[in-house]
């Protein structure tokens, strides 16, 4: 369903690997979108693909605004009339967060802040958040994590999106007519079917496939599986992967859910079936048709066995449900990397 009136959504973090795939798919359904984004882990390109994907004929507003600038937020919003928020802008590296705690808290939480002041100045009460499967306390079980399994993090990253979750949860308690929804996203991979977009890591990549798509193309030299001891089906760590054009669905129905007024809401978005690292192994080998070397390695610190999405919930309020295969994220990362083997450079 189209979007039929001539408000816009607000994307912050809107050129980065989540937020622009959202932002592509919201232009296909006919949202307005406006995105904010301090490029300091992205850059345009992205919105410039997502032009000619949608054949949109005017370019997608960016602002280069950095969320600690509360005026240049208050400037965007005063240029635009906004039915809602998609909060994606934020620092991601967990090691990173564990040495530089502060810079996390601050760009984090302080972001979110600012965004919640501004929001609340121009009478914008709907927000979309990017949470993360991070912050569930691990289950020793390896059990898939339900919304109301036990929290609890083990990095500062982790701590900030609690902590902004529950900063959004105390807004919405505190003031009439506010709708919010917490996505707690599993491990996105993938790239979109185009081979035109994709992830793009500014440094050496800390994830799982990214890492592994970059050794296939010959750019790193071999994977470091990291821990052949845990407690899964080969000894591997076991994640949820899902694909990143089915995430960015997910956010789209959030955003539909938001009119039904129901506050503050929280769902887990994952696929409910897990692969270790062995299977993500055999299954990009086999998309990129050459194997791909590895070494069996150490644990990496902070690392647990299992991490699995029960995702009955968003299934049954969202009616979100991954699609896509194994297969077709590995091939569409694959297509992603070798048409684009420097990312988005030119
Ligand atoms: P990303 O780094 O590609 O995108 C984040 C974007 O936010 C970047 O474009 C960056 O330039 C921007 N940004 C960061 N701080 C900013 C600030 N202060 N002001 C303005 N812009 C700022 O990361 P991503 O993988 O697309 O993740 C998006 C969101 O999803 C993040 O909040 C992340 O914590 C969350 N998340 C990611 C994963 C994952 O595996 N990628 C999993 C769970 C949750
Ligand atoms: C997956 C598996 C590794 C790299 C992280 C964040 C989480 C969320 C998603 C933001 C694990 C193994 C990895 C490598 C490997 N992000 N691995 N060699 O750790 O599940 O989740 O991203 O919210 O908060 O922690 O994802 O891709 O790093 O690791 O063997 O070079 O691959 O040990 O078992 P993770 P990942």
Known sequence: ??????????????????????????????????????????????????????????????FKVDLADKDGLREVFRQYSFSSVIHFAALKAVGESVHKPLMYYRNNIAGTLN?????????????????????YKA????RPFREDSELGCT?????????MESIIQDVVNAEQGWNAIMLRYFNPTGAHESGTMGEDPMQIPNNLMPYMSQ???????????????????DGTGLRDYIHIMDLAEAHVAALRRLPANQGY???????GSGQTVLEMIDAMSAACGKKIPYSEDPRRSGDIDTILCDPT???????????????????DLWRWQTTNPNGYEQ
């Open 1 to 62: 369903m189209p979007v039929s009136d001539s408000s816009h959504v607000l994307v912050t973090g809107g050129t980065g690997f989540i937020g622009s795939h959202t932002v592509l798919e919201l232009a296909r359904q006919g949202y307005n979108v406006v995105v904010v984004d301090n490029l300091s882990n992205s850059c345009e390109e992205p919105l410039r693909r997502i032009e000619k994907l949608t054949g949109l004929k005017d370019r997608i507003p960016l």
């Open 155 to 163: 990095s500062p990253y982790g701590r900030t999106k609690l902590f």
């Open 313 to 331: 919930k968003a299934a049954e309020v969202l009616g979100f449900k991954v699609s896509r295969s194994l297969e077709q994220m590995c091939a």
């Open 215 to 233: 050794v296939a193309i010959g750019k790193l030299e071999k994977l470091h599986v990291f821990g052949t001891d845990y407690n899964t089906r």
């Open 115 to 135: 965004l919640m002041d501004a929001m609340i100045e121009f009478g914008v009460k709907n927000i979309v958040f990017s949470s993360s499967a991070t912050v």
């Open 139 to 142: 289950d020793p079980e390896g």
């Open 265 to 271: 809401e929280v769902f887990n978005i994952g696929s």
